[in-house]
């Protein structure tokens, strides 16, 4: 199988895009009134905590914690760990 390469405009342009608005709005901090307000959407979308363990106040982070909203409304609570081991 043979591997494509970019060519050098098309590297350029890679490495100076920016992030997407998008993939920031899908992290807030996971508290019961944000999950209360979620909305369901036309397709399933989860939001994810923002886990930052330097804030000083408000909740616990969980990192790796996430809830899914799915089309009719059903909230489903994910975890995403690991062991080491």
């Known amino acids: 199988m043979e591997r494509r390469r970019l060519s050098p405009a098309a590297l350029a342009r890679l490495e100076a895009a920016e992030p997407t ?12 009134t944000v999950v ?4 369901p959407r036309p397709t399933a979308y989860m ?3 923002i886990g930052d363990h330097r804030r000083k106040s408000g909740p616990d982070p969980a990192r ?9 409304g059903t909230k489903t609570w994910k975890a995403v760990f690991y062991f080491r081991g």
Not at 36 to 39: E, K, M, W
Not at 64 to 72: E, H, K, S, W
Request: charged residues 25%.
């Open 21 to 32: 608005a998008k993939a920031e709005a899908n992290r807030q901090y996971l508290t019961a």
């Open 47 to 49: 939001v994810w905590d």
């Open 64 to 72: 790796g914690l996430a809830v899914l909203v799915n089309p009719r």
């Open 36 to 39: 209360a307000d979620l909305r």
